[in-house]
Antibody, heavy 119, light 107 residues
């Protein structure tokens, strides 16, 4: 069974930084590209970032480009998102998600970790 | 960047009704379109990809169609467990933008 478990969400002040982690199990982690998606309180889904299976290619939403960094450690079946220069509008649940084989859509999602940016 | 829109933003229908949700892309995305269902308080789930391919274990009352810029998600006979917000997403290339969502509830 595919499992994705996020952690690292905290309350942080505007301008602050934090690192989210996602530990994967139940599938061959380095066969799949991985996404981060977020959802603000009462809002819709916002795609944040994608990393290729080997970490060689990364993609970002314009709203986070230059502030967030996606990475992975295939030896530890782990995905990361480093968040810098945080703004109040970055608050919300952050989900990691696994692509489906051979395609980009998000086939499996974690339960999410909550980031709150507030002074 | 390609923008995604959905209509309606919300709808109420009766059990057994046929429900159709529309998603429109601002440019041609061929069939690189996915649909997700998010039930209240739950994590989103993939329903359909490649515009019309049903993800495994998704009930057959769900179907998708379209290509280019106009797409539809159809629920052939609405069930109580289908109460949810439905999102489309384009995946031709980054950014992999979601539509704003369509909230479906029971009349």
């Amino acid at each position: 069974e595919v499992q994705l478990v996020e952690s690292g969400g905290v309350v942080v002040q505007p301008g602050g930084s934090l690192r989210l982690s996602c530990v994967a199990s139940g599938f061959t982690f380095d066969d799949y590209a991985m996404h981060w998606v977020r959802q603000g309180p009462g809002k819709g889904l916002e795609w944040v970032s994608l990393i290729s299976w080997d970490g060689g290619s990364t993609y970002y939403a314009d709203s986070v480009k230059g502030r967030f960094t996606i990475s992975r450690d295939n030896t530890k079946n782990s995905l990361f998102l480093e968040l810098n220069s945080l703004r109040t509008e970055d608050s919300g649940f952050y989900y990691c998600a696994k692509t489906i084989m051979g395609a980009t859509p998000l086939g499996n999602w974690g339960q999410g970790t909550l980031v709150t940016v507030s002074s | 960047d390609i923008q995604m829109t959905q209509s309606p933003s919300s709808l109420s229908a009766s059990i057994g009704d046929r429900v159709t949700i529309t998603c429109r892309a601002s440019q041609d995305i061929s069939n690189y379109l996915a649909w997700y269902q998010q039930k209240p308080g739950k994590v989103p789930q993939l329903l359909i990809y490649a515009a019309s391919t049903l993800q495994s274990e998704v009930p057959l009352r769900f179907s998708g169609s379209g290509s280019g810029t106009d797409f539809t998600l159809t629920i052939s006979s609405l069930q109580p467990e289908d109460v949810a917000t439905y999102y489309c997403q384009k995946y031709t290339s980054a950014p992999f933008t979601f539509g704003p969502g369509t909230k479906v509830d029971i009349k």
